[in-house]
């Protein structure tokens, strides 16, 4: 069982997992990644923007692997080239795009 203290986005609290405390600072390490990432983008102003749209993001790519998964185990997988990492420009376009369709659902 691990404990991890986070320390971010104005906010500082500790939790606790049965997760390994290497495991939980690796999770802390790429959210901090993505976090930064948004922070870069002019529009987003608040530590609240940062944490939902990250989120956001980090729920996108979850589920587009889950569908490439889903492909692979049906046999209908066609690999698509990938970036590395996405750069602060690609990170707002998709940002932007998503606040775009959240604005027009309310």
């Known amino acids: ?7 971010m986005l104005g906010a500082d609290f500790t939790i606790q997992a049965t997760e390994e405390p290497e495991y939980l600072e690796k999770l802390l390490g790429y959210y901090k990644r993505i ?3 948004v922070k ?9 923007q940062v944490a939902i749209l990250s989120g956001i993001m980090i729920v996108d790519e979850l589920y587009k692997e889950k569908e490439e998964k889903i492909k692979m185990e049906n046999g209908t997988y066609v ?3 990938r970036q590395e990492s996405a750069d602060s420009e690609e990170v707002e376009r998709r940002t932007l795009n998503m606040i775009e369709k959240i604005s027009k659902v309310l």
């Not at 069982?1 to 320390?7: E, H, Q, S, W």
């Not at 870069?40 to 609240?48: D, G, V, Y």
Request: charge should be positive.
């Open 40 to 48: 870069n983008i002019p529009s987003i102003k608040t530590p609240l």
């Open 1 to 7: 069982m691990g404990k991890l203290r986070i320390n």
């Open 79 to 81: 690999p698509a080239p």
């Open 35 to 37: 976090t930064d990432d």
